[in-house]
């Protein structure tokens, strides 16, 4: 299997030069090509910050020199005075030979996922927390999946059987993207000769292989496609076919959207389910990303975790090739239940969605609640403080000397969090 994808790598990678070759006329995906189209050009890059950053964030994460901050407030003059205040701007305007060099940050990976220097043969592992840079490759293999968190804002998934190269930062992020099934957040991407520019906050899917055809879904907010000089908006809901050397077609509808988790329907010859499970109801911390053939693996992929709390998944890949929206999450617990051992003594909602629950059980030595650790007190208490999440349910996941144990809790009509049978 891994002789296969080192063959397919070659391919792919001769079919990214020959395609950069052909695109580069004309094109701005780099900010080095940029500069050399005009000189002296300023090229800025627009970073979208997360809510509650300062101003003294801003220059220690995004500024190659921090002292640096005072040309950064001549071009934002809606920076607060104070580098300790909030930025109320949800974008930044950063010149980029003040910006640092990198381009995003390995969120996640699973199990194995391999990358590669710019104009380097050699393809190694992708290490968690790695910083990349522009030119970087990132290949999954057939059970690999990766998150790439981008310095200027948006996100990249990786699923199974994907590869992209990165492109430097201008005006968004972006990426090269040459085989596979990528679901991207507020990112540009280029494959082929076709451009696809999300508008702010905007999720989507592209999907691609050997017959060269881009195909689109658009997941949330909208997003713009340009091949052969037309470009078609494409809307929430909707999808697009860019067939190779060829302009976007007409959007269409996406596939029906999976509504019930408990009642999959058999698939029809071509058809998969792509299954995320994760730690987090954002699907952040993903575990395990699989593409399935029958229903009944969603219950095998499930058996084979260890025991905690996990939130699970599913959306219809079409025979055709475009995906589905997500459905909703399913959680599910593995481990055993222990109403009479674990104690929960106190449920206290302290605002923002967020609980703090304490409690004990014997022989504790960690607690988990929802995904977020907890803290394990003297006389073999604990307490955790965590985001309830839309499920309005939360299990107690504790780890003893003698193995694990969970709790589970549900809220009820009348507001109260009662034990789950």
Same mark, same amino acid.
Not at 283 to 297: E, P
Not at 336 to 358: C, M, P, Y
Not at 409 to 419: F, G, Q
């Given at each position: 299997?891994?002789?296969?994808?080192?063959?397919?790598?070659?391919?792919?990678?001769?079919v990214f030069l020959c395609a950069e070759a052909e695109s580069?006329?004309?094109?701005?995906?780099?900010?080095?090509?940029?500069?050399?189209?005009?000189?002296?050009?300023?090229?800025?890059?627009?970073?979208?910050?997360?809510?509650?950053?300062?101003?003294?964030?801003? $220059?220690?994460?995004?500024?190659?020199?921090?002292?640096?901050?005072?040309?950064?407030?001549?071009?934002?003059?809606?920076?607060?005075?104070?580098?300790?205040?909030?930025?109320?701007?949800?974008?930044?305007?950063?010149?980029?030979?003040?910006?640092?060099?990198?381009?995003?940050?390995? $969120?996640?990976?699973?199990?194995?996922?391999?990358?590669?220097?710019?104009?380097?043969?050699?393809?190694?592992?992708?290490?968690?927390?790695?910083?990349?840079?522009?030119?970087?490759?990132?290949?999954? @293999?057939?059970?690999? %999946?990766?998150?790439?968190?981008?310095?200027?804002?948006?996100?990249?998934?990786?699923?199974?059987?994907? /590869?992209?190269?990165?492109?430097?930062?201008?005006?968004?992020?972006? *990426? %090269?993207?040459?085989?596979?099934?990528? %679901?991207?957040?507020?990112?540009?991407? *280029?494959?082929?000769?076709?451009?696809?520019?999300?508008?702010?906050?905007?999720?989507?899917?592209?999907?691609?292989?050997?017959?060269?055809?881009?195909? /689109?879904?658009?997941?949330?907010?909208?997003?713009?496609?340009?091949?052969?000089?037309k470009t078609v908006k494409v809307k929430e809901g909707f999808?697009?076919?860019? *067939?190779?050397?060829?302009?976007? &077609?007409?959007?269409?509808?996406?596939?029906?959207?999976?509504?019930?988790?408990?009642?999959?329907?058999?698939?029809?010859?071509?058809?998969?389910?792509?299954?995320?499970?994760?730690?987090?109801?954002?699907?952040?911390?993903?575990?395990?990303?699989?593409?399935?053939?029958?229903?009944?693996?969603?219950?095998?992929?499930?058996?084979?975790?260890?025991?905690?709390?996990?939130?699970?998944?599913?959306?219809?890949?079409?025979?055709?090739?475009?995906?589905?929206?997500?459905?909703?999450?399913?959680?599910?617990?593995?481990?055993?239940?222990?109403?009479?051992?674990?104690?929960?003594?106190?449920?206290?909602?302290?605002?923002?969605?967020?609980? &703090?629950?304490?409690?004990?059980?014997?022989?504790?030595?960690?607690?988990?609640?929802?995904?977020?650790?907890?803290?394990?007190?003297?006389?073999?208490?604990?307490?955790?403080?965590?985001?309830?999440? &839309?499920?309005?349910?939360?299990?107690?996941?504790?780890?003893?000397?003698?193995?694990?144990?969970?709790?589970?809790?549900?809220?009820?009509?009348?507001? @109260?969090?009662?034990?789950?049978?």
């Amino acid at each position: 299997m891994l002789k296969n994808t080192f063959a397919a790598v070659v391919f792919f990678t001769a079919v990214f030069l020959c395609a950069e070759a052909e695109s580069a006329p004309g094109r701005a995906e780099s900010a080095s090509s940029a500069v050399a189209d005009a000189p002296g050009r300023e090229v800025i890059v627009e970073v979208k910050i997360p809510p509650g950053t300062t101003t003294e964030i801003i $220059a220690q994460k995004y500024l190659k020199d921090p002292s640096r901050i005072k040309e950064l407030r001549r071009r934002n003059k809606f920076l607060p005075k104070d580098d300790k205040d909030v930025v109320k701007s949800q974008f930044v305007n950063i010149p980029k030979d003040l910006m640092k060099e990198k381009v995003c940050d390995t $969120a996640a990976v699973s199990p194995l996922v391999l990358t590669r220097k710019e104009k380097e043969i050699r393809w190694e592992k992708l290490q968690p927390t790695r910083r990349l840079f522009p030119g970087d490759g990132i290949m999954t @293999l057939s059970d690999g %999946s990766a998150r790439l968190e981008f310095l200027a804002g948006g996100n990249l998934f990786l699923a199974p059987d994907s /590869l992209v190269f990165l492109s430097e930062n201008e005006e968004r992020p972006a *990426a %090269s993207f040459l085989a596979g099934n990528i %679901s991207a957040d507020d990112v540009r991407m *280029a494959s082929r000769g076709v451009k696809v520019s999300p508008a702010g906050g905007a999720q989507y899917n592209i999907n691609t292989s050997a017959d060269k055809n881009v195909r /689109l879904s658009v997941h949330r907010g909208e997003v713009d496609v340009t091949a052969q000089k037309k470009t078609v908006k494409v809307k929430e809901g909707f999808r697009t076919l860019v *067939a190779f050397d060829s302009a976007p &077609e007409a959007p269409l509808p996406l596939p029906e959207a999976i509504s019930d988790l408990n009642n999959l329907r058999e698939l029809e010859e071509g058809e998969k389910y792509h299954l995320q499970i994760a730690s987090d109801e954002k699907f952040k911390d993903i575990i395990k990303v699989k593409y399935i053939t029958r229903s009944a693996d969603v219950k095998a992929a499930q058996h084979a975790l260890p025991p905690g709390g996990y939130y699970l998944r599913v959306a219809l890949l079409s025979k055709d090739g475009f995906e589905s929206k997500w459905s909703s999450f399913y959680y599910f617990v593995k481990g055993t239940e222990s109403r009479d051992v674990i104690k929960v003594e106190a449920i206290t909602d302290i605002g923002d969605g967020k609980l &703090e629950v304490k409690g004990s059980c014997p022989e504790i030595i960690d607690v988990v609640i929802n995904g977020h650790p907890g803290k394990t007190l003297q006389g073999d208490k604990f307490v955790c403080v965590f985001r309830v999440g &839309e499920a309005e349910l939360f299990t107690v996941f504790i780890k003893t000397e003698s193995g694990f144990l969970s709790k589970r809790y549900k809220r009820s009509p009348s507001n @109260l969090w009662l034990p789950i049978d």
